[in-house]
């Protein structure tokens, strides 16, 4: 058993609550450290420390976290962002050989859930129904005309995350001009359903999905989910855990599915904490705990769907002010 668990948290954001989730689930077990790349991210200063560091673009950005690990004694390290999953993923070997454990997948997998048409990819070939995607336009255009397809069409980057920079095309001069902006963009299909957001945990030591909980989105705000509520569905259950066990996942994964008559289909793949798991927290749903258990070398017991059907999120902004001096650089 580990007598101190001391938890780092890279780009926290607004995320608030998830710092609070950790503080409580610790209960004086060890400390939650922040760490973002601007000292306005308000989630910050809910953690017992924190530190402002680089982007993880730039050079300096790898050995202020490694500072970080050793002069806290970090135990499990995660990150709320999709890029800097694959950066900790890379160097997993590295934090192992401090005894600092990755909250998260593998390389691989968190490569292929940031390349959306690697997805499209896996998800064809394995046989997972999700939206036809295209990255050549031209091939799209085939389609069109064949029937295949039709308007409106998602028009996003092939590398992207928390819907930036996604634009709903209607006609092929739209379509057109943003890929004369853009090298990198693909054409996906716009699916039109119920919108649920799955949150899973995958044991760490031993690949099971132990937990998942899932919700029909009723509101969508900047990519994330405002309002939703909850329910229950075995078929959905088992199509899940069949395809995260598949895909190897591992950790804390947020999964966006559409219901299209009696059919799922995945529409994203985030192997961290997405924006609605409050939602599952506040259901009873705690998967900081399952991560504690990790982290002191104990597998989980399977719980799946263990949450009440119906229950509402509705997110509202609350308000954090601290001291500043204007200038979020002169913070690091």
């Not at 890379?90 to 690697?118: F, H, T, V």
Request: proline letters at 2%; a negative charge.
């Amino acid at each position: 058993m580990i007598n101190e668990i001391n938890i780092l948290i890279l780009s926290c954001g607004s995320r608030n609550k998830i710092v609070q989730y950790f503080k409580e689930s610790l209960k004086g077990r060890g400390k939650v450290v922040g760490a973002d790349c601007s000292s306005y991210a308000p989630a910050l200063y809910e953690a017992d420390r924190y530190y402002i560091v680089s982007k993880i673009t730039e050079d300096s950005y790898w050995n202020e976290i490694l500072d970080i690990c050793q002069k806290e004694k970090i135990t499990g390290i995660l990150s709320l962002i999709d890029p800097e999953l694959s950066v900790l993923a890379k160097n997993k070997k590295q934090l192992e050989a401090l005894n600092i454990r990755l909250i998260g997948s593998e390389y691989l997998q968190c490569e292929r859930c940031l390349d959306k048409y690697q997805m499209y990819l896996w998800l064809k070939d394995h046989g997972y129904r999700c939206a036809k995607t295209y990255v050549d336009k031209e091939a799209f255009y085939h389609d069109k005309e064949a029937g295949i397809i039709d308007y409106p069409v998602f028009v996003k980057p092939i590398r992207g995350s928390a819907s930036t920079a996604i634009s709903k095309v209607y006609d092929r001069d739209t379509l057109e001009v943003l890929f004369a902006q853009e090298r990198e963009l693909l054409i996906q299909e716009y699916l039109e359903g119920q919108e649920i957001g799955a949150d899973c945990y995958i044991d760490l030591l031993n690949g099971k999905m132990v937990s998942v909980f899932t919700k029909n989105k009723l509101v969508m705000r900047a990519g994330e989910t405002d309002k939703a509520i909850s329910f229950k569905d075995p078929v959905l259950f088992d199509w899940i855990i069949k395809f995260a066990e598949e895909f190897g996942l591992r950790g804390q994964i947020d999964i966006d599915i559409f219901r299209i008559k009696e059919n799922y289909y995945i529409s994203e793949v985030n192997p961290r904490f997405g924006g609605g798991y409050p939602h599952a927290y506040e259901c009873g749903v705690n998967h900081i705990d399952l991560i504690i258990n990790n982290l002191c070398h104990v597998e989980n017991d399977v719980s799946i769907g263990n949450y009440p059907d119906n229950l509402v999120m509705m997110k509202y902004n609350e308000v954090k002010v601290i001291h500043g001096d204007g200038s979020d650089d002169a913070a690091k």
